[in-house]
């Protein structure tokens, strides 16, 4: 009897061991940025310092919006410079669309906020290892953007 025990824990072992290892997350960077109650100034940077050490993952980068349901605008243009230990390596401007056109928000409301995802690029190698500085500033025409809370920076492995 004892030994048909042993038996029954060891497939339950093995089914929870693969679980937990298929489940693990494929997030390699992920860092919020708050705003605060001022709003977002036009020089104020969203900064985020990267460690990549791995150049063979293929990885998919993207940003997550929080704001209030008193946010005036259906969308938000954003100036987006990446730096390595070598410079400047990018320098981008891009517009991510926070409502419909009918003025429904995108992505989930929690609370309070509404939280909006938006990938940046998809499936992309960094060709060095080494540290990447991302900075990100609105480029709204307001000088201080309202009801902006958080902005979040990550990378994950591509699927």
């Keep these: 009897m004892k030994r048909k025990a042993k038996f029954q824990v060891l497939p339950a072992l093995l ?4 679980f937990t290892f298929s489940c693990q997350s494929s997030v390699v960077f ?3 940025f708050e705003l605060g109650e001022q709003g977002w100034h036009k ?3 969203a900064v985020f310092q990267v460690e990549i050490s791995d150049t063979s993952q293929v990885l998919d980068v993207g940003m997550t919006f929080r704001h209030s349901d008193d946010y ?3 969308n938000i243009w954003l ?3 990446m730096e390595g230990d070598k410079g400047v390596l990018v320098k981008d401007t891009l517009e991510f669309f926070l409502s419909e056109t009918d003025g429904r928000w995108l992505g989930k409301k929690r609370g309070d906020l509404y939280e ?3 990938m940046y690029q998809h499936a992309v ?3 060095q290892p080494g540290s990447y500085r991302f900075e990100i500033s609105h480029g709204m025409r307001r000088e201080v953007l309202p009801e902006i809370v958080s902005v979040e920076f990550w990378m994950q492995n591509a699927h």
């Excluded at 089914?15 to 693969?18: E, K, L, S, Y």
Aim: proline content about 5%; cysteine-free; overall charge negative.
């Design 116 to 118: 909006v995802s938006a």
């Design 15 to 18: 089914v929870m061991a693969v």
């Design 125 to 127: 190698k960094l060709s």
């Design 30 to 32: 992920d860092e919020v």
């Design 72 to 74: 005036p605008y259906s």
């Design 79 to 81: 100036f987006v410079d």
């Design 43 to 45: 020089d104020q940077k």
